[in-house]
Every structure is written in structure tokens, then in C-alpha cells.
């Protein structure tokens, strides 16, 4: 058995797909999540698709008390920091909401860490850290900024863990800046399911093909783009999902403090991923072009280069695949 993993948000989108990776290589998993925005079936999904157990907490990670049970009776190696809110329009009319939730379950994750003396992190940050880049692809070493409370959230939470690091050069954390996330488990068991009218363009695509929703707004076809739709760096969420185990075998490995970027380093339009999604899975999906939606940028890709050299990890499926696997998650749980 290798070593024992705490995932925090364990049952959100992200988070349960690297629960099945870990489960597959021969961790252990512990997960904690206050279902706020997810279900507890999860659970079951990931040990159905690895046939493997997992212990599961449900509570909120600022709940110190709990937290310390959990330090107490599983003895956690690494700990991946997934739970928090994340829709950016909610977090700009709600900051006081998004702050107090994503900086104290920090706070008192990374308090109870020090006491167990558990030093080994992977921080779930994002590409939003990024603000409006200068240039293309983007590169670890570009300056920081930020649009909105949810994404200042994450670049406070990665300058919290800078401090951490240099005050007590023992803790070991890499920090992942993602991209945009999409597709689902290939086996259609787990995927991402928002409760509410989704914000993001993939399960919005989902739901208008599924008849759900009546039809796509395209927030823009006037960007300085191939098309002039916005252009971002969709990558499978089984491949990102992969990158947490290199990032957890990084710091098993070396103790010290870095930020990686998971992308492809490919850039598709809003309408090229419409196109391919129609396309691979014989359906409609009706679109309207409306204005721009505000604070979004024309274009965001990575340059994995950094990553494929300091964690050995490479993106491996493509848009087509992502589609494919978005839509058949939504077709099985009809
Ligand atoms: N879009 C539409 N219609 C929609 C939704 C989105 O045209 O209904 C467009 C957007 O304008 C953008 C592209 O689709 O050009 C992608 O939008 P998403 O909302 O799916 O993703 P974002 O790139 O805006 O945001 C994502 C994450 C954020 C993160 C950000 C930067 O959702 O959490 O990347 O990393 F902060």
C-alpha cells in the first residue's frame, strides 16, 4: 500500500475523479466534504469504479475539531486542498461569503498540518492568477493579478503558502494553476454536475443538447481571435486528475515550493468546441451570439512545458475525447 491521501472536496467535480486516479495507483483515501455542492452517492461511484474502500468525512473543513479527529485516527501522508467556493459571478456579488470560506478552511487545514505535523501539500489554485496575461502561451513566472474575489481567494491562499514555506522550509507544496477543466470519468459514473444554471460553457453546452436548457449564449464574437470567440485551454479532467498523483509524487520526493501549470498548451474557441461537440456526438446544441460577458479575457493557454519537465506530466487526451465523455456522463444519468 502506498501512502495515505487526505482529499479535501473529495465529492466535487475534480476531486472525486482524482480520488478513482489515487485509488488505481494503490493509495489510500480519506476524503472530507460538506457536501455544499456535491452528493454523498459520489462515494459510492468512486469505489464502485476503482473496487476499492474509502473513508469518508462528511464536515466542513473549517471545523478544526473534526479536522483533528480525522489527523488523530488516519495517519495522513499528503493532503490535496480542493474544497472551496468557486463560481466567480457569485463570489463578486458575495465577497465577504467567499473569503471567510476559502481563506479559514485554509487557515485551519494548514493550523491542524502544523500540529500533526503532516507538512506535504497540493493546493488546488487557478489560471484566473493570472489576471489578463501580456503574452501567449503562459508561463509559471508571469505576473500575478486578479478580476474577482474568487480568483483573490486563490492568489492569497498561494502567497499564505509561500510564507508558510519560507518560515518553515520543511513544508512541501506544490501549488496547481488549472486551466479549464472538462469532459468525465470515461464509465459515465462521475462528471460535473452543478445544481444551479451552470456558469461555465461545457455543462452549460451539456444541458442544451440534453433539451434542458433552451439554448447557448455565446458572451462574444468580437475578441481578437481566429473566430472571435474566447479561447481557452480545455483539458480532460482524468488528465489534470493525473497530474495531483505527479504533484503528490513531486512532494514525496522534494521537499520545497512550486506552482505548476496543468493545460494542454492548446487554445480552442467557444465555437470550435460547439462544432466538436455536435460533431462527436451527433446532436444540436443552438447558440445565439450575445454581448461579452464582463471581466472575461479574449485568450488563456498554458505553456506545460515547466510542468512536463519538474512533474513528468503531459495531457494526453483531446478535445474530441473531452466532449465525448462530457456528454455520455449526462446521457447515462439521464
Ligand atoms: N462562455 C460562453 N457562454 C457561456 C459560458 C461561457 O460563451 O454560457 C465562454 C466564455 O466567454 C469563455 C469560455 O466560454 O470565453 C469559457 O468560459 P468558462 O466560464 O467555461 O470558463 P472561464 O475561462 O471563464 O473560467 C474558468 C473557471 C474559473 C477560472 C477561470 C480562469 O471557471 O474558475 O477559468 O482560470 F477562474
Request: hydrophobic share 35%.
Amino acid at each position: 500500500m502506498k501512502e495515505k491521501i487526505l482529499i479535501t472536496g473529495g465529492c466535487g467535480f475534480i476531486g472525486s475523479h482524482t480520488a478513482c486516479v489515487l485509488l488505481e495507483s494503490g493509495y489510500e483515501v480519506v476524503i472530507i466534504d460538506n457536501l455544499s455542492n456535491s452528493k454523498v452517492e459520489v462515494i459510492d461511484k468512486i469505489k464502485k469504479i476503482s473496487s476499492k474502500e474509502v473513508t469518508f468525512y462528511e464536515g466542513d473543513v473549517c471545523d478544526k475539531k473534526l479536522l483533528k479527529k480525522i489527523f488523530k485516527q488516519e495517519k495522513i501522508d499528503v493532503v490535496i486542498h480542493f474544497a472551496a467556493f468557486k463560481a466567480v459571478g457569485e463570489s463578486v456579488k458575495l465577497p465577504l461569503k467567499y473569503y471567510r470560506n476559502n481563506l479559514d478552511t485554509t487557515l485551519s487545514l494548514l493550523e491542524v498540518m502544523n500540529e500533526f505535523n503532516c507538512k506535504r501539500l497540493v493546493f488546488s489554485s487557478s489560471a484566473t492568477v493570472y489576471g489578463s496575461p501580456k503574452s501567449l502561451p503562459i508561463k509559471e513566472d508571469f505576473p500575478l493579478s486578479t478580476t474577482n474575489p474568487y480568483g483573490t481567494t486563490k492568489l492569497m491562499i498561494e502567497q499564505i503558502l509561500k510564507d508558510l514555506a519560507k518560515s518553515d522550509p520543511t513544508w512541501s507544496i506544490a501549488i496547481l494553476r488549472y486551466f479549464n477543466p472538462i469532459g468525465a470519468h470515461e464509465s459515465g459514473l462521475i462528471g460535473e454536475n452543478p445544481n444551479d444554471i451552470p456558469n461555465n460553457l461545457m455543462p452549460y453546452i451539456v444541458k442544451v443538447a440534453n433539451k434542458e436548457l433552451e439554448i447557448l449564449s455565446i458572451f462574444g464574437s468580437d475578441y481578437d481571435t481566429k473566430d472571435g470567440t474566447g479561447v481557452r485551454d480545455y483539458i480532460h479532467v482524468m488528465d489534470l486528475a493525473k497530474g495531483h498523483e505527479k504533484a503528490i509524487e513531486k512532494v514525496l520526493a522534494e521537499t520545497k515550493i512550486d506552482c505548476y501549470n496543468l493545460g494542454t498548451g492548446e487554445g480552442y474557441s467557444v465555437l470550435e468546441l460547439v462544432e466538436t461537440f455536435k460533431r462527436v456526438n451527433n446532436v444540436d446544441v443552438p447558440y445565439k451570439i450575445v454581448e461579452r460577458r464582463p471581466g472575461d479575457i479574449a485568450a488563456c493557454y498554458a505553456d506545460p512545458t515547466y510542468a512536463y519537465k519538474e512533474l513528468g506530466f503531459k495531457a494526453e487526451r483531446g478535445i474530441e475525447e473531452m466532449c465525448k465523455d462530457a456528454y455520455h456522463f449526462v446521457e447515462k444519468n439521464k
